[in-house]
């Protein structure tokens, strides 16, 4: 097929915080450099306009972004120095913050905020407003930005990045072309920013050309899974309360969250570590059981749900965080790891990252060299940073938690007081699918049937009416994006292993088991996928591989 090629100067790849960031501040850095060169105030030549693309796979720029974030303002501070008049759209500051430690149905207020979880002085926001507004701006100084742009490959030309081939359109669900087909374009660019989030499927394929994880820990995530709900009576915006325990034992990592916004609104989720035992582990319904705790009930009775998400997270910090560069490339955000587990926190550290890695890329346009001689120093800039401080001080802690709760509150405790270091540094740390036990040695019998929950469909809601609410579609005839390498594996196998631990992972229903009790097969509702990644993180073969659907594909989060 026939492609077109779009060719650019800086091309970044996911429109989240840290590829907006990026492309703002590097903005700013032009402008300014090329105001100082005509004043004189600076020698040298200018730049002459670089081309600069942030290219997004949602329908619409903020339509993966799900709402409710507490941000520490002190990355937007920075970045917005060159921006006179210009303020986040932060919801509301933080009034009021807790540690709540629930049993089955008590409830009880920590008497002190863990340091960690203390919120004064940080906003509750919208994470789809933050990022439509950022976009906004990026706009507003000359970057373009475009939606339902779904890289799917990194181009090289030798061993150098050179841009990214965008998804096929119009390929029906056996591979065939429909009369609409289009092939996806190329777009080259000089420099190739990547900030797809989470287990991104380029940096996936950089980690692996470039062995850009080499001497570093494995990754270890998290999944996180929400609901916005409108109560039914008056709340005080700017509440923000973390919940440790019910429903989760002390095997697992894990807690609850509820952060308040003006119109009465509540963002309310939980989050689990995919480094977890139980091959019948369900997040979604963790997150269910979780409402119906007396503490959380009596805040959303009568209330309605608005919306619903769910999201992975890297948690491993500092040592899981892979090189971040290569030739022609340059990795920010939550793709790069930058995210403070203890703090829970990560969009401050990906605006971080993006103006590190702005900085990285405005030097490399001065001297023309694209090559990691002149990237490296991205990586140089994160080690002389605040945000290098703050993730040093966490960098075991996420890891002591892989042996259960007790064993990291006490490793916690003594890395609090050593600076990070604790008993060992670095503490060990597995890849969360390895912790996964086959289904006989968890359970030590082979007929443990589920728990199966009931959900009201008021307070508590199945899959399918959660995926409803996240406003997910997909083009139904074009090509499953859940790659499974051997089904042989799943209807076999992992069956009689793992009792087939998809179905319960998955928040969105995507993985059935469908067919006779001898004779289940793998069916994939692929049209239902919220693109949150736990599949491919936590599936114990490593068979499953997530890629971009068609373009415009995915969740539509309504960002209040
Ligand atoms: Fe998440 Fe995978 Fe399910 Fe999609 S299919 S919602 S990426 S677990």
Not at 33 to 45: C, D, L, R, T
Not at 413 to 430: A, M, S, V, Y
Not at 440 to 466: I, S
Not at 517 to 531: A, G, P
Request: hydrophobic residues 35%.
């Amino acid at each position: 097929m026939e492609r077109e090629k779009l060719e650019v100067d800086v091309l970044f790849v996911g429109a989240g915080p840290a590829s907006l960031a990026s492309a703002l501040h590097l903005s700013r850095l032009i402008r300014e450099h090329n105001e100082a060169v005509e004043s004189g105030a600076k020698s040298g030549g200018k730049l002459s306009d670089p081309t600069l693309l942030v290219i997004e796979k949602g329908r619409e720029i903020g339509s993966h972004a799900l709402s409710g974030a507490v941000i520490d303002p002190r990355a937007f501070d920075e970045l917005l120095e060159g921006f006179d008049g210009e303020e986040p759209p932060y919801d509301s500051p933080v009034d009021d913050d807790a540690l709540y430690i629930l049993s089955k149905n008590k409830s009880f207020r920590s008497p002190v905020t863990p340091p960690p979880l203390k919120n004064h002085g940080y906003y509750v926001a919208s994470l789809g407003k933050i990022v439509k507004w950022l976009a906004a701006l990026c706009e507003k100084n000359g970057i373009d930005v475009f939606p339902e742009f779904p890289a799917v490959e990194l181009l090289y030309e030798g061993d150098s990045v050179v841009g990214v081939r965008m998804g096929d359109k119009g390929i029906d669900k056996n591979g065939n072309p429909k009369p609409n087909v289009e092939p996806g374009m190329d777009v080259l660019a000089k420099l190739t920013v990547l900030g797809e989030g989470p287990r991104g499927t380029l940096t996936l394929q950089a980690e692996r050309r470039f062995r850009l994880n080499e001497g570093r820990h494995p990754q270890i995530y998290a999944l996180g899974v929400k609901e916005i709900w409108r109560a039914a009576r008056k709340i005080q915006p700017g509440v923000v309360y973390h919940t440790l325990g019910f429903p989760l034992g002390t095997q697992e990592f894990g807690g609850g969250f509820v952060y308040t916004m003006k119109d009465n609104l509540i963002n309310l989720g939980f989050v689990v570590g995919l480094d977890y035992e139980n091959p019948r582990l369900d997040g979604h319904q963790i997150f269910q059981q979780f409402k119906t705790h007396p503490f959380i009930r009596e805040m959303l009775k009568g209330g309605e749900v608005l919306s619903y998400g769910a999201k992975a997270i890297p948690e491993g910090g500092y040592y899981s965080m892979p090189r971040v560069y290569a030739d022609g490339l340059l990795i920010v955000g939550d793709s790069g790891g930058f995210m403070n587990a203890q703090r829970l926190k990560g969009i401050h550290l990906a605006v971080k990252s993006g103006m590190l890695a702005a900085e990285t890329l405005f030097e490399a346009l001065l001297q023309e060299d694209y090559s990691q001689v002149v990237l490296q120093s991205y990586a140089d800039r994160f080690e002389r940073s605040w945000a290098k401080k703050e993730l040093w001080k966490v960098r075991n802690f996420r890891q002591a938690f892989q042996r259960g709760f007790w064993s990291g509150m006490f490793h916690a405790g003594l890395q609090f007081l050593t600076n990070g270091r604790g008993i060992k540094d670095p503490f060990p740390t597995l890849p969360g699918h390895t912790q996964m036990k086959p289904f006989k040695e968890y359970f030590r019998e082979t007929d443990v049937k589920p728990e199966k929950m009931v959900f009201d469909g008021q307070l508590t809601f199945d899959k399918l009416t959660d995926v409803y609410y996240s406003n997910t579609a997909h083009e139904e005839d074009q090509p499953c994006h859940l790659k499974i390498l051997d089904f042989d594996i799943c209807n076999n196998r992992c069956s009689n292993e793992y009792g087939n631990p998809c179905q319960h992972f998955c928040p969105a229903h995507v993985y059935e088991m469908v067919g006779q009790d001898n004779q289940l097969r793998l069916q994939l509702n692929f049209s239902n996928c919220v693109h949150c990644k736990t599949c491919d993180i936590m599936d114990p073969y490593q068979i499953i591989v997530w890629t971009p659907p068609e373009g415009g594909g995915g969740p539509d989060y309504k960002n209040m």
